[in-house]
């Protein structure tokens, strides 16, 4: 049954966790990741409540390039 102004779709969407890898291996990797999180978190509709540890690791694939610094930030 459909709330005020919206469908019960929408709610269920709204409550969703949404999980986002973040990565850089370029400039200031770890402001770059921070940053992203950040920026995203400013985002319409978008409420960034936690973010992991920032991991070092390994190209892969083509490996002919910097490390990585990745984290993961809930939605």
Known sequence: MPLRGGSACDIRICME???LGLGSNVGDRAANITEA?????EI???RAVRMSSLIETKPVGYEDQ???INAVMEN
């Open 66 to 68: 910097p490390d990585f």
């Open 17 to 19: 966790r949404i999980f």
């Open 44 to 46: 319409a509709g978008v």
């Open 37 to 41: 999180y950040c920026l995203i978190g």
